[in-house]
């Protein structure tokens, strides 16, 4: 039988054994992990979008950004252009709005609208300079670039979490493989440190892999290009990552594939670029760039009804003016009037083993 001093020291012995053990286990794991990281398999890996939404910055009540409240929708604008007592047509007053919400101008609203204050806003700094229009971001970075922020960010229906375009534009990123994003990173020796890396924008063919619930998606499916139909989206870009979040360099322009609706819209973002932190099994960050005001808001209204936009307090006649009234970008070379507003998306995005159409061709050639 062993005294009870040696037994201590035993068990000391034991415990010390068992920690070694485990920091050498933690350790190999740590290793494993850093070189998953350090080198995707043929310098390719690729990735899926999984949510996509506008950079709304919002506090609790909304008051900070929207001290004289939320806007008005079109059945409120429609009561105060309307009041009850006088006789009307519906061409005079329903067809009326309609025809101006379908064919809008930049013209006064006769309705008052709230755009966004504060200093504090999501994005980047698009233009590389700190004017007396751009916020701040959370971080402390001056000169943001968001003045789509400025025309949505007081309308409920583009607020989280509750607002009607937070939850069906982002549902649809994951329901929809007319929404099927995705990028595929080559020439990469390094998922932390690399200063020259190709990005390239596809649109996939496939639904997403999901967990048994359906509600989350995983890491490791796979997706096919959509080579024909969706050749139009593909867009190369030149990056590089830096303490694992990679950031790309502007693209002229970037349509990207949208809908809610089972309406086939596009967004066409000009001076696109990417900034997102990457891991072996995801990435998440932000897009940047300028939204085409024409096309942001075709889409908005294809995607929409009245009714639509009505159960989210969104007048399409008010926030068409406002797009106008701050879009700060690409002057019409006619008019000088500018065409696209600075704009931010926060993007999520899950690994994704991207097959190229050759790759496709090839197993079903050696099938036969």
Known sequence: MINQPWGALAAGIVVAAAAAVAVAVGASAARAAAGAAAAPKERTIGYVMTSLYWSIYQTPDGKTECP???????????????????????????????????????????????EATGRVSYGMNLDGKIGPNDFLSPDGEAGIDNQLYRALGCIIGFRGPD???????????????????????????????DDDV????????????????????????SQRIDARFGKSF????????????????????????????????TEIIRDARFRLRLTPTSAEGMIGGYADVDSWYRLMLRNDSTHHL??????????YKALRRLADAHPDPKIGAMTAISAALD?????VFIQHPQENAGKAASLR
Request: charged content about 25%; glycine content about 8%.
């Open 347 to 351: 993007a999520k995005l899950v690994q």
């Open 198 to 221: 190709t990005v390239t924008f596809y649109r996939g063919l496939d639904r997403l892999l999901t967990d048994a619930s359906g509600n989350r998606v995983m890491p490791g499916g």
């Open 234 to 265: 593909i867009t190369r870009m030149h990056g590089k990552i830096v303490d694992g979040v990679l950031s790309t360099e502007p693209v002229d322009q970037l349509t990207l594939p949208w809908t809610t609706l089972d309406e086939p819209p």
């Open 310 to 319: 009505s159960n989210g307090q969104i007048s399409g006649i008010s926030l």
């Open 68 to 114: 004289k409240g939320f806007n008005d929708g079109p059945r409120e604008q429609y009561a105060v252009l309307f009041p009850a007592g006088k006789k009307r047509t519906v061409i005079d007053t329903q067809l009326k709005l309609e025809s101006e919400t379908w064919f809008p101008s930049a013209s006064p609203d006769p309705t008052p609208f709230h």
């Open 163 to 193: 607002g009607v375009e937070f939850i069906f534009e982002q549902k649809e990123i994951r329901d929809s493989r007319f929404n099927r994003m995705m990028i595929e990173l080559t020439d990469v020796d390094d998922l932390v440190n």
